[in-house]
T-cell receptor, first 114, second 107 residues
């Protein structure tokens, strides 16, 4: 148990569906992240939120829409996805600015787009 | 781009020490070396990090060369549950993961 919980664990959706991924951290951290991991590729940083404000967007297509209502919750809203968006989506949190800043990851959502 | 180079795969016998190398020849003076591992279909897990000095915790030891251009992660007594992909990362303002080393521990 890392203190970061992601739901759902698995998700299958069609290209015309709208779905949301949820992440919650119980660690009191001030920063949250979305990473994407496609098959046999390194993790790609998608979005960074610090104190609920988005501080990084790594050229992610607009069909991915993040939302951070507070420091403990992070969502990734999905709409009109493509089959190539099938991947493991990982949420992480950290205490940004800490001397020994470490990322704590959730178990991820395995997404399949049909 | 990742600032580290790691072998793509390694094998280790159960109970033996696993020594995972990492080259980071372009590391800057204030950049930390972090190690994470990822067991199949799970999120990465923090292992250890260091700046200049060698570090040890309950999971592993980290040996950093004096010139800081390379480091070695040591798992002193590898178990089957240590089979995972191990990532060596030079932390700038964020963590950028490379392809890592796939460690296979065999009985």
């Amino acid at each position: 148990e890392t203190g970061v919980t992601q739901t759902p664990r698995h998700l299958v959706m069609g290209m015309t569906n709208k779905k949301s991924l949820k992440c919650e951290q119980h660690l009191g951290h001030n920063a949250m992240y979305w990473y994407k991991q496609s098959a046999k590729k390194p993790l790609e940083l998608m979005f960074v939120y610090n104190f609920k404000e988005q501080t990084e967007n790594n050229s992610v297509p607009s069909r991915f829409s993040p939302e951070c209502p507070n420091s403990s919750h992070l969502f990734l809203h999905l709409h009109t996805l493509q089959p190539e968006d099938s991947a493991l989506y990982l949420c992480a949190s950290s205490q940004e600015g800490a001397t020994n800043e470490k990322l704590f990851f959730g178990s991820g959502t395995q997404l399949s787009v049909l | 781009d990742a600032k580290t180079t790691q072998p793509p795969s390694m094998d280790c016998a159960e109970g033996r020490a696993a020594n995972l190398p990492c080259n980071h020849s372009t590391i800057s003076g204030n950049e930390y070396v972090y190690w994470y591992r990822q067991i199949h279909s799970q999120g990465p897990q923090y292992i250890i990090h260091g700046l200049k000095n060698n570090e040890t915790n309950e999971m592993a030891s980290l040996i950093i060369t004096e010139d800081r251009k390379s480091s070695t992660l040591i798992l002193p007594h590898a178990t089957l549950r240590d089979t995972a992909v191990y990532y060596c990362i030079v932390k700038t303002d964020k963590l950028i993961f490379g392809t890592g080393t796939r460690l296979q521990v065999f009985p």
